[in-house]
């Protein structure tokens, strides 16, 4: 079986980058919230970070579409409310608008020329810093769990049609987050950040185990589903995406930093310069398998049409269908 | 009864020679290697001796409730009330892809102007009484394509049905 082309790389792109700028600034601002913003690299980066993340990734859908130009003028290209991709590009709107006001006034010189130009916000900074923590918050897991709505909505996709879509990008999405929260923590001087670390590598491995379960029951349910559900799990476990499913989304993207997460844990390294470096791998290969688990998503996502003998007796019979 | 107008394809008539879709391609003048608004299918059932080959003309089915009508972001899809045509406004499509995500029968195809599918030959204009001419319908040779009201069309197959029936008859 063939997969899926429609839908390339670049969208593949946009899930994983949209998940990624989705799960930093909701995690990195609960970190900021709760700690009083007392780490100035975490501060100074993980806001550009979610901002930058997300532009590069609307940049990959914008392209993707036949006619990029036309779909920028937004008003007049996301009009029809009843579809999900019109509610997600004003809700990525709205997400990097508030991303990008929060990386502005996150960075001091920044902060500190805007503010001469616009004199009444001299007061203001910690004020608007903490208020775009907040929304941003909640539009990052808005736009982490968009990602896998606009692939559940699309209705035709045997694979893509169940609620464990957006839970499971909802999901990998915070671990990646997460785990960018870990490697900002860990550019941080100074050695207040061991308590923020040690919180963090612990949601990181129940961010990995809870992905690891609905990844688990996603392929479970789908095995026992309808013949297209079951084709498009196949292709996944022993078909043709079976080498990037098993190596890089379950070996890399969860194995490795579970493991790498539970040595840290358990405290086994005592080198810190060794412990710093496994803590960058396990934040580079939970990177790697959170593209890997959207590509192999999207890639996997065969049309109903293309596999199911019940859609072909629907053609035969779709003079019944549309009646 | 509904004024949906239908494209009906006979499977027991399709010789599976690509006229319908020729015709298509020509009378819409669609660029080679780009979008392809009608499509003959084929395909196989049981096993060696006894495989049955059927074959199908495929456009748009013009759903009742078409799916790539809700979730069309741009609102560029439109299913028209007067005779249930599903038509897309290609001034307005961004060529998203996403319509052929929610198309049951994986219909929509895209070229640079956005997505195209079939519309019955409206863009070719009508007749005195409004209604297209299908030229998928006009030039096939073998009759496998009927182009009508439901009410036409729910005649044919009851026809077809009967004329099956009485040959069953006759050679019992």
């Known amino acids: 079986m063939t997969v899926q082309s429609m839908w390339g790389l670049e969208p593949a792109i946009y899930l994983f980058l949209g998940g990624l700028a989705g799960g930093t600034f909701f995690v990195s601002a609960i970190v900021r919230l709760v700690t009083k913003d007392r780490f100035p690299r975490l501060a100074l980066i993980s806001p550009w970070v979610s901002a930058g993340a997300l532009a590069v990734g609307l940049l990959c859908l914008v392209v993707e579409v036949e006619k990029p130009l036309q779909a920028l003028m937004m008003w007049k290209s996301f009009v029809n409310f009843g579809s999900w991709m019109t509610i997600g590009a004003w809700l990525l709107f709205a997400a990097i608008a508030v991303f990008g006001v929060c990386a502005i006034f996150s960075t001091p010189r920044l902060a500190t020329a805007v503010e001469s130009l616009i004199k009444p916000l001299k007061s203001a900074r910690k004020g608007i810093v903490r208020v775009t923590l907040m929304v941003g918050a909640v539009l990052g897991l808005l736009v982490a769990a968009y990602t896998g709505v606009l692939l559940m909505a699309a209705g035709a996709i045997p694979l893509w049609n169940t609620a464990l879509i957006p839970t499971l990008f909802t999901v990998s999405a915070l671990d990646a987050g997460a785990s960018v929260t870990i490697a900002c923590l860990l550019l941080e001087k100074g050695s207040q950040t061991a308590r923020s670390k040690k919180a963090l590598t612990g949601a990181v491995l129940g961010l990995v185990a809870a992905e690891a379960v609905v990844l688990s029951v996603l392929l479970l349910t789908l095995s026992g589903g309808s013949p297209g559900q079951f084709v498009s799990a196949s292709t996944l476990i022993e078909g043709s995406l079976s080498m990037p499913f098993w190596g890089l989304v379950v070996s890399i993207g969860l194995v490795v930093p579970f493991v790498l997460g539970a040595v840290e844990l358990t405290g086994l390294v005592k080198n810190e310069e060794l412990a710093r470096i496994l803590h960058f791998i396990a934040v580079a290969c939970a990177l790697v398998g959170g593209f890997a688990l959207r590509y192999v998503i999207l890639a996997a996502g065969i049309h109903g049409v293309m596999v199911s003998p019940d859609t072909q007796q629907a053609i035969m019979g779709v003079y019944n269908l549309i009646l | ?172």
């Open chain 2, 1 to 172: 009864m509904s004024n949906q107008l239908m494209i009906y394809s006979d499977s027991d008539r399709c010789i599976k020679c690509w006229a319908c879709q020729v015709a298509c391609k020509q009378w819409h003048e669609t660029k080679a290697a780009t979008s392809s608004r009608r499509n003959v299918i084929e395909y196989t059932s049981g096993t060696f001796p006894h495989v049955e080959r059927t074959f199908l003309s495929m456009g748009c089915m013009h759903c009742e409730k078409p799916g790539c009508v809700s979730v069309c972001p741009a609102g560029a899809i439109t299913k028209r009330g007067e005779d249930g045509i599903v038509v897309v406004d290609r001034d307005k499509c961004i060529g998203c892809h996403y319509c052929y995500f929610a198309c049951p029968f994986g219909v929509p195809s895209y070229d640079e102007e956005g997505m195209d599918k079939c519309d019955m030959c409206l863009s070719l204009g009508v007749d005195e009484e409004g209604r297209p001419t299908p030229h998928c319908v006009a030039t096939c040779p073998t009759q496998a394509l009927y182009f009508g009201t439901q009410e036409e069309i729910d005649e044919v197959i009851a026809q077809k049905e009967a004329t099956k029936a009485l040959a069953h008859v006759s050679q019992v």
